[in-house]
């Protein structure tokens, strides 16, 4: 079986910009979390969707948004790009349970 | 909100020797602590998660304790291997599914196993 997968695995932005990550959870979880990882960092959360809707909030700014689809996908959503949101973004797919199964991550670089 | 130390932020031991990394988290509430892995340019992978209903859980040569009363759970990894080589992460969270807040990370471990 796939694990969760995530497009595109590297990006390069500019400063103002807006992006648009997604992500794709394992074959029958409906619960996906996204996750920013600064160098050096331990992960930082940012939301969690559960059936389409929002869960959880980590401490960000309302330029991050994101959505989930019927299919359980996702979009993570970043709009005036400053600098500091250089970073690894993670996406977490679960189950009916706590567990929570990280994707490789899309590394966005914001010049 | 949770906060997660996590010590000590690089650790050295010989193959074969070993290793424990140890975290301390602040919410009495939290009931989940799962311990990732994360090579370089790849996403955490489980390894092991224990529940606050237990005092320890072992797979093979890894295993975690937990002591609520202290507010702190370890890992310890036996007759370390060079493919331990990585950087490990521990984590707590509380409810299901992550709980509402998600996971609340310590700033990782870089484990070297030299040969």
């Known amino acids: 079986d796939a694990g969760v997968t995530q497009s595109p695995t590297h990006l390069i932005k500019t400063r103002g910009q807006h992006v648009t990550l997604r992500c794709s959870p394992i074959s029958g979880h409906k619960s996906v979390s996204w996750y920013q990882q600064v160098l050096g960092q331990g992960p930082q959360f940012i939301f969690q969707y559960y059936e389409k809707e929002e869960r959880g909030r980590g401490n960000f700014p309302d330029r991050f948004s994101a959505r989930q689809f019927p299919n359980y996908s996702s979009e993570l959503n970043v709009n005036a790009l400053l600098l500091g949101d250089s970073a690894l973004y993670l996406c977490a797919s679960s189950g009916r349970g706590e567990t929570q199964y990280f994707g490789p991550g899309t590394r966005l670089l914001v010049l | 909100g949770e906060n997660v130390e996590q010590h000590p932020s690089t650790l050295s031991v010989q193959e074969g020797d070993s290793a424990v990394i140890k975290c301390t988290y602040s919410d009495s509430a939290s009931n989940y602590f799962p311990w990732y892995k994360q090579e370089l340019g790849k996403g955490p992978q489980l390894i092991i998660d224990?529940?606050?209903n237990v005092g320890e859980k072992k797979d093979q040569r890894i295993a975690v304790t937990l002591n609520k009363t202290a507010k702190h759970f370890s890992l310890h990894i036996t007759e370390t291997q060079p493919e331990d080589s990585a950087v490990y992460f521990c984590a707590a969270s509380w409810g299901s599914g992550g709980g509402a807040d998600g996971l609340t990370f310590g700033k990782g471990t870089h484990l070297i196993i030299q040969p």
């Open positions: 224990i529940r606050s």
